[in-house]
């Protein structure tokens, strides 16, 4: 049987072309098929609505699986915080053109309490994240909240969570909030961080004080 075949080419630059062609065919889906996933993962991994929630998750690296549990007392001091900070935004609907809108604000130190209550019985690490924000949103001048919030991040760089990595690494790096300044133990932390959290914010942050310390 006659074959044709493209002047130039022989079977054998045909069959390799062939063979080419379906390398990278086959390269090109397992690309596409990994993209997929890996949007599918992030969707499911931000999936939360609630702000606290999603601050709390990308505080982890991207690789890091981060489940939140709904115990009854972290529920409660969510509900606390959102529902007194208008989250539903009942209190935003005018009935009248002319009404004023009341907002209240959240009893931070009643939350907090209730957070680190949540930590303490239903051993909810995300409580801690949100006992910490309390705190911020309390204010750290205090040196009974400074040691406190030191504690807390402390509890959450041990769990990987990049936030308490780069916060324990400053305090140690500055001797923050009774800390004892220690930047060994603060370039050391430091480092460490700089692997684990290459794709979150606090990147930046970790970067600045090891550059500073690579000064001296």
């Known amino acids: 049987m006659f074959k044709f075949i493209p002047r130039g080419c022989s079977p054998q630059g045909i069959a390799t072309s062939n063979i080419i062609l ?22 499911n991994k931000y999936s939360s609505n609630i702000p606290l929630e999603q601050e709390y998750i990308k505080s982890f690296a991207k690789d890091i699986d981060v489940k939140i549990t709904p115990t009854p007392l972290y529920e409660k001091a969510m509900e606390l915080y959102y529902l007194e900070k208008n989250y539903k935004n009942n209190a935003l609907i005018r009935t009248q053109k002319n009404e004023k809108i009341k907002l209240k604000i959240p009893d931070f130190p009643k939350i907090l309490d209730v957070f680190l209550k949540s930590f303490r019985e239903e051993h909810n690490l995300a409580s801690i994240y949100m006992a910490a924000r309390m705190l911020e949103f309390i204010g750290l001048d205090d040196f009974k909240n400074q040691a406190l919030y030191f504690d807390l991040m402390n509890t959450l760089a041990q769990n990987n969570n990049c ?18 300044e220690d930047k060994k133990a603060a370039m050391s932390l430091l480092k460490k961080a700089s692997k684990v959290c290459s794709n979150t914010i606090y990147r930046y942050s970790i970067d600045y004080v090891l550059s500073k310390g690579d000064e001296k």
């Open 163 to 180: 936030k308490g990595l780069e916060r324990v690494g400053v305090y140690y790096y500055y001797g923050k909030g009774g800390v004892i």
């Open 22 to 43: 379906s390398k990278f065919f086959f390269l090109f889906l397992f690309v596409l098929i990994s993209i997929n996933a890996y949007a599918e993962d992030f969707k």
